[in-house]
C-alpha cells in the first residue's frame, strides 16, 4: 500500500476508482498480502512443521477460506456453522480443530460424523458429552484437553483467554484428573493438549511461560501426547510503527520445549494472516464542527466494524488522497450509528479534508466483516478481493429490501 501520485495504491489498483465504481463503504483484501502473511509463517516455523489451522471465527468468507484451503492450511472452528463452512470450502477434515467451550449435542455430533481431526474439550462435562454421544455411535473419538495455564497475554483485557478468571480451559489440577478419566475411556481416545491465551500478542515472553507450564503439565500428566495445539494469538502492527512479534525467537522456543516433548505442533492463527489483508474505504458524508474538535462522519460504522466500540482497538486512518494542507482542528472520525462508542479515531495534525472525500480504515481483516452487524438497520458492505490484475466481488452488499 503505497501513495503514487498522492494516489492511494494497492496492488497496482487506484482505491479512489475502486470507490467510485463500486461505492462504498467496501471492505477490500489483497490476495497477494494474504499469501505473504501465510509464507511467513510457514518460513519461520518451516523447522517446526506445525499443522496452520487457520481461525476461521477471524473472517469466515467463504472466498476467503478457499483460498486458505488452496494454501494447504487447516481450519480450527468454534461453532458448527464454522466447521460446515470449512467443509463448504474443501478443507479436509482431517485438517480441522473443533475449540470453544460451549459445543452443543448436535454440533458433537456433526463434528463426529465429519471425522475431523479432534474436539478440544474444555470441561469435565463436555468430555462426558462427547463420550456419550461416541458411545451411542459405537464410535472412538479423538480429542484434546484445553489447559487454563494462568498466563497473561499481556493484551487488551477483552482478548485475554489464559488467565485464570477467564472461562477457556481448566487449571492443571483439574487437567490431571480429566487425563486419567479418558484414559480409562473405551470411547475416547486423548490426542492432545491444548492451549491459547489470547489475541494480538506482541511479546515472546507471555508465550515463554506458556511454554514453561506446559512443560510442567506434561511430566505431571505421564501421558504421550501425539499433537500440542499452541493456539494462535500472534499479533500484527495496527499502529504502523513497526510494532511485531519476533516469530523467530518464538520459533527457537518451541524447537527447544520440542527437544523434551515428541509430538506434532497446532497452530490457531487468524489475525496474522488476514488481518492486515484488508481495508474499509469509506466516504466523508459530512464534517461537522464541533468543541475543541471536527466531526468526520463517515459512510462507515460500527456495525461494519466494531472493534473500536468493543474494545477501543485503535485502526490507522488514511485518506485516498494525499495534499499538504493541514488541519487546525483535531478530527474525530465517526460513523452514523446513534451510539457515542461509533467511533473510529481521534486524530491531531490530520490533512485537511472535505465533505465527499474518500478514506480507508486500514487492517481490518481480521474480526471485521465477522463481527459486522445489521445495527440500526443498517445493510452490510460490499466485500471484494484484489486478485492480480482483476477484482472479484466476495461478498454483495445487502440491501435495505434483504432486512425487511
Same mark, same amino acid.
Given at each position: 500500500?503505497?501513495?503514487?501520485?498522492?494516489?492511494?495504491?494497492?496492488?497496482?489498483?487506484?482505491?479512489? &476508482?475502486?470507490?467510485?465504481?463500486?461505492?462504498?463503504?467496501?471492505?477490500?483484501?489483497?490476495?497477494?498480502?494474504?499469501?505473504?502473511?501465510?509464507?511467513?509463517?510457514?518460513?519461520?516455523?518451516?523447522?517446526?512443521?506445525?499443522?496452520?489451522?487457520?481461525?476461521?471465527?477471524?473472517?469466515?468468507?467463504? +472466498?476467503?477460506?478457499?483460498?486458505?484451503?488452496?494454501?494447504?492450511?487447516?481450519? #480450527?472452528?468454534?461453532?458448527?456453522?464454522?466447521?460446515?463452512?470449512?467443509?463448504?470450502? @474443501?478443507?479436509?477434515?482431517?485438517?480441522?480443530?473443533?475449540? @470453544?467451550?460451549?459445543?452443543?449435542?448436535?454440533?458433537?455430533?456433526?463434528?463426529?460424523?465429519?471425522?475431523?481431526?479432534?474436539?478440544?474439550?474444555?470441561?469435565? &462435562?463436555?468430555?462426558?458429552?462427547?463420550?456419550?454421544?461416541?458411545?451411542?455411535?459405537?464410535?472412538?473419538?479423538?480429542?484434546?484437553?484445553?489447559?487454563?495455564?494462568?498466563?497473561?497475554?499481556?493484551?487488551?483485557? %477483552?482478548?485475554?483467554?489464559?488467565?485464570?478468571?477467564?472461562?477457556? @480451559?481448566?487449571? %492443571?489440577?483439574?487437567?490431571?484428573?480429566?487425563?486419567?478419566?479418558?484414559?480409562?475411556?473405551?470411547?475416547?481416545?486423548?490426542?492432545?493438549?491444548?492451549?491459547?491465551?489470547?489475541?494480538?500478542?506482541?511479546?515472546?515472553?507471555?508465550?515463554?511461560?506458556?511454554?514453561?507450564?506446559?512443560?510442567?503439565?506434561?511430566?505431571? !500428566?505421564?501421558?504421550?501426547?501425539?499433537?500440542? #495445539?499452541? @493456539?494462535?494469538?500472534?499479533?500484527?502492527?495496527?499502529?504502523?510503527?513497526?510494532?511485531?512479534?519476533?516469530?523467530?525467537?518464538?520459533?527457537?522456543?518451541?524447537?527447544?520445549?520440542?527437544?523434551?516433548? #515428541?509430538?506434532?505442533?497446532?497452530?490457531?492463527?487468524?489475525?496474522?494472516?488476514?488481518?492486515?489483508?484488508?481495508?474499509?474505504?469509506?466516504?466523508?458524508?459530512?464534517?461537522?464542527? +464541533?468543541?475543541?474538535?471536527?466531526?468526520?462522519?463517515?459512510?462507515?460504522?460500527?456495525?461494519?466494524?466494531?472493534?473500536?466500540?468493543?474494545?477501543?482497538?485503535?485502526?490507522?486512518?488514511?485518506?485516498?488522497?494525499?495534499?499538504?494542507?493541514?488541519?487546525?482542528?483535531?478530527?474525530?472520525?465517526?460513523?452514523?450509528?446513534?451510539?457515542?462508542?461509533? !467511533?473510529?479515531?481521534?486524530?491531531?495534525?490530520? %490533512?485537511?479534508?472535505?465533505?465527499?472525500?474518500?478514506?480507508?480504515?486500514?487492517?481490518?481483516?481480521?474480526?471485521?466483516?465477522?463481527?459486522?452487524?445489521?445495527?440500526?438497520?443498517?445493510?452490510?458492505?460490499?466485500?471484494?478481493?484484489?486478485?492480480?490484475?482483476?477484482?472479484?466481488?466476495?461478498?454483495?452488499?445487502?440491501?435495505?429490501?434483504?432486512?425487511?
Amino acid at each position: 500500500m503505497i501513495y503514487k501520485n498522492n494516489k492511494l495504491i494497492i496492488d497496482h489498483f487506484d482505491l479512489n &476508482s475502486i470507490a467510485k465504481k463500486y461505492k462504498t463503504p467496501i471492505y477490500c483484501y489483497s490476495l497477494k498480502k494474504i499469501k505473504i502473511n501465510i509464507n511467513n509463517l510457514k518460513n519461520h516455523f518451516e523447522r517446526i512443521n506445525p499443522l496452520i489451522c487457520y481461525a476461521v471465527k477471524a473472517n469466515s468468507n467463504l +472466498g476467503i477460506l478457499k483460498e486458505i484451503r488452496k494454501n494447504n492450511l487447516g481450519a #480450527d472452528v468454534v461453532s458448527g456453522g464454522e466447521l460446515m463452512k470449512a467443509l463448504k470450502a @474443501g478443507i479436509k477434515p482431517k485438517k480441522i480443530v473443533f475449540s @470453544g467451550v460451549g459445543k452443543s449435542n448436535e454440533e458433537i455430533q456433526y463434528a463426529i460424523s465429519k471425522n475431523i481431526l479432534l474436539i478440544n474439550s474444555e470441561s469435565k &462435562s463436555e468430555i462426558l458429552e462427547i463420550e456419550k454421544i461416541a458411545k451411542k455411535r459405537k464410535k472412538i473419538v479423538d480429542i484434546g484437553i484445553r489447559l487454563n495455564p494462568n498466563t497473561d497475554a499481556k493484551t487488551l483485557t %477483552q482478548i485475554s483467554t489464559g488467565k485464570k478468571e477467564n472461562k477457556f @480451559g481448566v487449571n %492443571q489440577k483439574t487437567f490431571l484428573k480429566l487425563v486419567n478419566i479418558v484414559k480409562k475411556s473405551k470411547n475416547l481416545n486423548l490426542k492432545c493438549l491444548s492451549v491459547h491465551i489470547g489475541s494480538q500478542i506482541l511479546s515472546n515472553k507471555p508465550y515463554e511461560k506458556m511454554l514453561k507450564v506446559l512443560n510442567k503439565i506434561i511430566k505431571k !500428566s505421564n501421558y504421550k501426547f501425539e499433537y500440542i #495445539d499452541l @493456539g494462535g494469538g500472534m499479533g500484527i502492527d495496527y499502529s504502523h510503527n513497526n510494532l511485531k512479534l519476533d516469530l523467530k525467537k518464538y520459533s527457537y522456543n518451541i524447537e527447544k520445549f520440542l527437544r523434551t516433548n #515428541d509430538c506434532k505442533i497446532i497452530f490457531e492463527p487468524g489475525r496474522s494472516i488476514i488481518g492486515n489483508s484488508a481495508v474499509l474505504i469509506t466516504k466523508i458524508i459530512y464534517i461537522k464542527e +464541533g468543541f475543541k474538535k471536527d466531526f468526520v462522519i463517515l459512510d462507515a460504522a460500527m456495525n461494519d466494524l466494531m472493534r473500536p466500540a468493543l474494545y477501543g482497538a485503535k485502526h490507522k486512518i488514511m485518506p485516498l488522497k494525499k495534499t499538504s494542507k493541514s488541519s487546525k482542528k483535531n478530527y474525530e472520525f465517526v460513523g452514523p450509528i446513534c451510539e457515542s462508542t461509533d !467511533s473510529f479515531a481521534t486524530v491531531k495534525n490530520y %490533512q485537511k479534508l472535505k465533505e465527499k472525500d474518500y478514506l480507508i480504515i486500514c487492517d481490518v481483516g481480521a474480526y471485521g466483516m465477522s463481527l459486522a452487524s445489521n445495527y440500526n438497520l443498517r445493510p452490510k458492505p460490499l466485500e471484494i478481493l484484489i486478485r492480480n490484475s482483476k477484482i472479484q466481488i466476495l461478498g454483495k452488499r445487502q440491501k435495505i429490501s434483504d432486512l425487511m
